[in-house]
């Protein structure tokens, strides 16, 4: 089992450039991809992408990718449109304020986007530096991801074990939640009747009845559904989305048999397994 929360960091330095990576993971019902990377590696985009997809499946994936150039190997350029925007802009703010400074470079230089550095580097030998980087950080992060995962499925494992002895305390029960019928109707026969009760119409009725109160099939359906469960915290690969399919139908089962129920001990352990259910699909949120 796989978690949805996790860190990676690597960096690479050689005599011509430096590196940093770092990879953060949080918890998202679907895959979310969000790239911080430098202007010379953003044609790249797409394979990393296709990359970060084919690893993981679900949560947020950030990604922050920097680049310092360690040989002159970049061109620095002014971004001209962006200049005059600020020169209009600043215009615009002295006349408002009232003030008589007049616009210096010192005023622009500092401002976003206005010198923009570009790497002369091929993007496919940058490619060829930041994959073994990416595979070192994705692995970091995948490592990190697994931990949170085997200690979730561990307290889902708990929980299920729970639900499990639950279940055979409410089919041990359920002879008596047979018998509690039965009784039930004789003695509405005999407040209706008398002492003159038909007891081949009780038994009828009792059976009508036994039909309608019978657990048995629900309680078959809750064990194969919880075998379900346990199997899946074992099996490779993303099982959230599974996991959760699987706690619905344990809780429309349990759900069926309290409706059923008229015996105080069936009642508390349909809302103790209810309350265990609960728990777990908070927990399957942390799980890919």
Partial sequence: MTGMTGFGHGEHRDEKVHLVLEMRSYNNRFLELYLNLPYGLRPLEPRFRELL??????????????????????????????????????????????????????????????????????????????LPLLEQVLGELQRSRDVEGAKTGADIRRLAEDVRGRVVLVEAAVPRLEERVRESLRQRFRELMGEGVDEARIMAETAVQLVKCDVNEELQRLKAHLETLLAALEAPGAQG????????????????????????????????????????????????
């Fill in 241 to 288: 989305k599974r996991l959760d399919f699987v706690c619905q139908e344990l809780g429309r089962e349990i759900n069926t048999i309290g409706s059923k129920s008229t015996i105080l001990e069936v009642d508390a352990a349909v809302i103790a397994v209810k309350d265990a259910l609960e728990k777990v699909r908070e927990q399957l949120r942390n799980v890919e």
């Fill in 53 to 130: 997809a084919s690893r993981i499946q679900r949560g947020k994936v950030e990604l922050y990718l920097s680049m310092t150039e360690l040989e002159s190997e970049a061109e620095v350029h002014v971004d001209h449109a962006r200049v005059r925007a600020y020169l209009d802009a600043l215009g615009e703010l002295k006349r408002l304020s009232g003030s008589r400074e007049r616009v210096s470079l010192s005023h622009l230089i500092g401002l976003e986007g206005v010198l923009k550095s570009e790497s002369r580097r091929d993007p496919e030998d940058l490619w060829q530096l930041v």
